[in-house]
């Protein structure tokens, strides 16, 4: 089951715990927020314009979305009506967002030119409460909040890392994300409910490149991986690796014969969700290149 004809989606969430709708489906995409059924129709749709959105997270039976084009969080009712905005001036470059339970705190990851990126933290009115650079964070994603732990993908460094949610300065562990010995970068991430880590994983390069998602335990072991996708052919990269400027032709030629590409596999996935439907867990996530969502039964 996918959700299809999504022009640029970036994240998903479900609508947990609300009594009789907590299946239905809300991506966020350039200039939309839309929800759907858990069979794939669309039941509502919101257009701004204002909005180029990275990362949402449900809350409080509100939806919380970081916004790149304004550096600020928008939060929006169950209608998709905008709430009000929040972040601007403590936010350069928002990326992933998570609220914890715990702390009844918003965490949003912040990219940041001159420094470290940082873990930035709001309650849920929108109050800013602290800015933490943690652990070297190059290229940050997307985050999550356990009882005593903050999870983050750093694609720039291409590793997990784990944080002390009571001490965000503080790197518990971190680990490469190199299934097969082949680093990749780490995109979207969420949690099973054994604690198990997911990870959407992307091979550097552009066009047709392995894609996969990941799944580790919560201890950083590599347990198994999903809708793997195959490195372009070793000749195909023989060959246009020794032609002058032909680098990433290898993937360009293999795009045009589709031998490994189809809409079968991942393109570009971005944010992943776990959750349970009648009681079977799937994955759901964005696959941008695909202009869609895929339902994952694990």
Not at 133 to 162: H, N, R
Not at 194 to 202: E, M, P, Q, T, W
Not at 243 to 257: C, F, K, N, T
């Amino acid at each position: 089951m996918n959700i299809r004809d999504l022009d640029q989606p970036f994240d998903v969430v479900a609508m947990k715990g609300v009594k009789d709708v907590e299946d239905d489906i809300v991506v966020v995409m350039d200039g939309y927020i839309k929800r759907f059924a858990w069979k794939g129709n669309q039941k509502g749709s919101s257009r701004y314009p204002s909005l180029k959105p990275f990362g949402v997270v449900f809350a409080d039976n509100r939806f919380f979305v970081t916004n790149k084009k304004t550096s600020s969080v928008f939060m929006f009712d169950e209608s998709f009506n905008k709430i009000s905005e929040f972040g601007n001036g403590k936010l350069e470059e928002p990326r992933g967002i998570a609220f914890s339970q715990e702390k009844k705190m918003l965490m949003v990851l912040n990219k940041q030119k001159n420094t470290s990126g940082a873990i930035t933290s709001f309650d849920l009115e929108g109050n800013y409460k602290s800015n933490i650079s943690s652990g070297g964070l190059q290229d940050p994603w997307y985050i999550k909040c356990t009882a005593d732990k903050v999870i983050v993908s750093d694609a720039g460094e291409k590793k997990i890392k784990i944080y002390d949610l009571n001490n965000l300065s503080n790197i518990l562990q971190s680990f490469s994300t190199n299934p097969s010995e082949q680093y990749m970068h780490c995109r979207g991430l969420d949690l099973g409910d054994d604690g198990s880590i997911y990870v959407a994983l992307r091979a550097p390069g552009y066009r047709t490149q392995r894609e996969c998602i990941a799944k580790y335990t919560a201890t950083g072991n590599y347990v198994t991986s999903y809708l793997d996708i195959p490195t372009p052919r070793g000749w195909l990269k023989s060959f246009f690796g020794a032609v002058p400027g032909g680098r990433h032709l290898d993937s360009v030629v293999e795009d045009a014969w589709k031998p490994g590409k189809n809409a079968a596999r991942l393109d570009f996935a971005r944010g992943i969700r776990y959750h349970r439907h009648n009681g079977v867990p799937y994955l759901l996530i964005v696959d941008a290149g695909n202009k869609g969502v895929r339902f994952h039964r694990l």
